[in-house]
């Protein structure tokens, strides 16, 4: 595995390396002592597994407050998504910036995602699969949402919004006072 690290710090595009042969080819999507040398010593408590059928789908841009913030670990294993994460880190450098990259089946790039961040994502190709590695459980009421197309954020993405759900859609802007999330 390769780590490259974002413009926003902590979080990471992970390459992974395949070893390739006529038969196919095999790797490593984890390895608890190359995830130590960027700083995870967490362990993954759930995987979840996700399907979109349409392009143009966006799903975001979610997180979840202390005491249950998370870690990601995300890779697409079918179709090709663009997935987005926001820094939402109270006194972070990076603070409101956002940072996105396609993962996709072919090229097989994960995404790191630290603690204090919004994650989302818009499928660029039908038939789009994820799998996640989250570090806490999902708890009702400590999640937390902003609207895919805030202002004070600007994400850019590369296609119309053709399908999205009613809760993402309702998501609210970010306060004009909005501090952050202290963890």
């Known amino acids: 595995?390769?780590?490259?690290?974002?413009?926003?710090?902590?979080?990471?595009?992970?390459?992974?390396?395949?070893?390739?042969?006529?038969?196919?080819?095999?790797?490593r999507t984890f390895d608890k002592d190359e995830f130590k040398k960027i700083g995870f010593s967490a362990e993954w408590v759930q995987l979840n597994h996700s399907f979109t059928n349409k392009g143009g789908t966006l799903r975001g841009m979610?997180?979840?407050?202390?005491?249950?913030?998370?870690?990601?670990?995300?890779?697409?294993?079918?179709?090709?998504?663009?997935?987005?994460i926001i820094d939402l880190r109270k006194n972070s450098a990076t603070f409101l910036q956002w940072f996105g990259t396609e993962l996709s089946a072919e090229n097989k790039k994960m995404i790191y995602i630290p603690e204090g961040f919004a994650h989302g994502f818009q499928t660029l190709t039908d038939n789009c699969e994820l799998i996640y590695h989250h570090s806490q459980?999902?708890?009702?009421?400590?999640?937390?949402?902003?609207?895919?197309?805030?202002?004070?954020?600007?994400?850019?993405?590369?296609?119309?919004?053709?399908?999205?759900?009613?809760?993402?859609?309702?998501?609210?802007?970010?306060?004009?006072?909005?501090?952050?999330?202290k963890i």
């Open 62 to 84: 979610h997180y979840q407050l202390p005491p249950f913030a998370e870690i990601k670990l995300l890779r697409c294993i079918a179709g090709a998504i663009f997935d987005v």
């Open 1 to 27: 595995m390769k780590f490259k690290e974002t413009k926003l710090a902590g979080s990471y595009v992970v390459d992974i390396v395949a070893a390739a042969d006529e038969r196919g080819w095999f790797a």
């Open 137 to 181: 459980f999902y708890k009702p009421g400590f999640e937390g949402g902003i609207k895919y197309d805030d202002p004070m954020i600007n994400i850019q993405w590369p296609n119309a919004v053709t399908n999205i759900s009613k809760r993402d859609e309702e998501h609210p802007y970010l306060a004009k006072n909005f501090e952050g999330i």
